[in-house]
């Protein structure tokens, strides 16, 4: 019993990937809290990405659920108080072209458990934004995926997402492993 448990451990570390932004931890330590019912206006596009050949967010809309194609800016107003956090989509002229209403619910356990809806965000007590899911697949082998993005502004207004990923999977009972940390930084407008 023992040498099977030895040969899954090595090979969950022989196959395993970790990949990790070695700015998402500086980014963290000097942010800014949201203010409740104030707007946020950034740039839609990233001005850095960490995980540029992976999957950055090339598009804050749809990040936030916006789809409309000629937007140029993103307006975000957190209301912790009503647990809702409205996302507009501008144009050049900084006028509305797309709105979209997300819940914004405190961050606990039991909201989490109550909460399935892939469209709701929460804040904990830094006013850090979350949006967290988790999938499973069955297929020739079984794989869990799990997923958080933390959203926050960092020392100069401008928003910053880190999203952290981690795979498990065993393909013909075979384990594989692989970790994440990527930064994406949207630049404030003014």
């Known amino acids: 019993m023992k040498n099977i448990i030895f040969i899954i451990f090595i090979g969950l570390i022989i196959s395993s990937c970790v990949s990790i932004d070695s700015r998402s931890n500086e980014l963290s330590k000097n942010q800014q809290r949201f203010t409740e019912g104030k707007s946020y206006v950034f740039a839609v596009t990233s001005s850095y990405n960490s995980e540029k050949d992976k999957f950055p967010i090339k598009d804050l809309g749809r990040y936030f659920y916006l789809y409309e194609k000629n937007g140029k800016y993103i307006r975000i107003t957190p209301k912790f108080s009503s647990q809702e956090l409205i996302a507009e989509m ?86 594989v492993g692989g970790k994440s940390v990527s930064s994406n930084i949207f630049n404030k407008v003014e």
């Open 90 to 175: 501008l144009d050049e002229n900084k006028k509305v072209i797309d709105e979209h209403k997300l819940k914004l619910l405190p961050y606990s356990q039991e909201n989490l458990d109550k909460s399935r809806e892939s469209k709701t965000l929460y804040f904990n007590n830094k006013y850090e934004i979350l949006k967290k899911s988790n999938h499973s697949v069955a297929d020739l082998g079984q794989s869990w995926m799990y997923y958080t993005a933390l959203t926050f502004l960092d020392k100069n207004g401008n928003l910053v997402i880190t999203e952290k990923t981690t795979d498990f999977g065993l393909i013909f009972l075979i384990p």
